[in-house]
């Protein structure tokens, strides 16, 4: 049986929506997942975006070499299968990521490839080894990943208005200049495997997490379908890749709340849990699936501390963990709790 789709408005976050604020604000305290509509405002013209992927595949198809020269290192670089483990306490063994058939023979190997995660550029020039093909693109990445960085500030200033802050209340906590934060552009690859070799219900793509930052921005690709999200009644629905009927629209982009947006606003905001697995429909295996996310966080050391809004004062939901014994956690402190977690190893 096919699961449900989730319900996710597409927004207008342009001048001509004087309700985007509002609206962005009712979508995020319902289920924490927004699609916006990709057009001029949010400035993310599609053919920056078919570039990104077209250099993506280009990696991922790249040979294996190109992939160790640069393995992770403080949450950038190559991460590989079976390294990360998404929802520890569930899981038995790590995603399920990338199957690799030398030469397509029939004796599959398993070679652990999964995602590259770019961290900040300064000046446009990145603070971490890059591999081929990147290492020759740095400036297009650094204009990619700029491009996110202002659209989450975008959507930050209308997050503070609806919330009846100073408009610059979040902005200028992710304001890249003052200093380093935890923002990851991260390039995802999940391949279809044969039928044969189809995964069993212990093998997920990416394990139930909600995401460590303020807000995701996540770019599929059509006909690649895989992602779930945790409903408040606690069943798995599918997010679509393109909830749009007309077929000349760009594609909008998809954006979710991350754990920080929730501290902030004592869980008015919902860090939604999520998940990709290999669709019941269509192939067994799956088909390859190709996403981009872009894991906007703040300075290092903002504050994890409920902001000044009567609406959150109001809201009595309270989330769990932000003061731990009377100390004020900072951004940073909770990313090096949600890695140690994640890899496996101590914060
Ligand atoms: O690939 C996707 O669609 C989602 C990936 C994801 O949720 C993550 O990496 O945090
Ligand atoms: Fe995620």
Redesign the pocket.
């Known amino acids: 049986m096919s699961k449900a789709s989730a319900q996710i408005p597409v927004i207008d976050i342009s001048s001509s929506n004087p309700h985007a604020a509002t609206q962005l604000l009712d979508a995020a305290a319902n289920n924490g997942f927004v699609f916006v509509e990709n057009n001029d405002a949010a400035g993310m013209p599609p053919a920056k975006i078919a570039n990104m992927f077209n250099l993506s595949k280009e990696f991922f198809q790249g040979p294996v070499e190109n992939k160790q020269e640069c393995p992770t290192q403080n949450n950038r670089g190559w991460v590989s299968m079976q390294q990360e483990t998404?929802d520890p306490g569930n899981q038995k063994r790590g995603d399920f990521k990338e199957y690799n058939t030398p030469n397509s023979h029939p004796t599959i190997t398993l070679t652990p490839t999964r995602?590259f995660n770019l961290g900040e550029f300064t000046n446009n020039k990145p603070n971490q080894p890059l591999p081929t093909p990147f290492s020759q693109e740095a400036s297009t990445l650094a204009d990619f990943t700029n491009s996110c960085h202002a659209l989450c500030n975008k959507l930050l200033q209308l997050f503070a208005q609806a919330l009846d802050l100073p408009s610059d209340w979040f902005s200028s906590r992710h304001d890249q200049t003052k200093g380093p934060s935890g923002s990851i552009m991260?390039l995802?690859y999940?391949p279809s495997v044969p039928d044969t070799l189809a995964p069993d219900e212990d093998d997920i793509?990416?394990g139930a997490?909600s995401?460590y930052g303020t807000l995701?921005l996540?770019f599929?690709l059509p006909g690649q379908p895989?992602?779930e999200i945790l409903t408040p009644s606690k069943t798995w629905e599918s997010v679509p890749t393109n909830p749009q009927t007309d077929a000349s629209k760009p594609l909008p982009i998809l954006v979710n709340i991350g754990d920080l947006l929730a501290y902030w606003t004592n869980g008015l905001l919902k860090s939604t849990v999520?998940?990709?697995i290999f669709p019941k429909e269509g192939r067994r295996g799956g088909e390859d699936?190709h996403?981009m996310?872009y894991?906007c966080h703040p300075l290092d050391e903002a504050e994890l501390v409920a902001v000044p809004s009567k609406r959150v004062e109001e809201y009595k939901g309270g989330v769990e963990g932000v003061n731990k014994g009377g100390k004020t956690l900072t951004a940073k402190d909770h990313l090096l709790e949600r890695l140690a977690a994640t890899y496996g190893t101590k914060a």
């Open positions: 998404l995602a991260r995802l999940y793509r990416a997490h995401d995701t996540l599929q895989g992602l999520h998940r990709v699936r996403s996310a894991f």
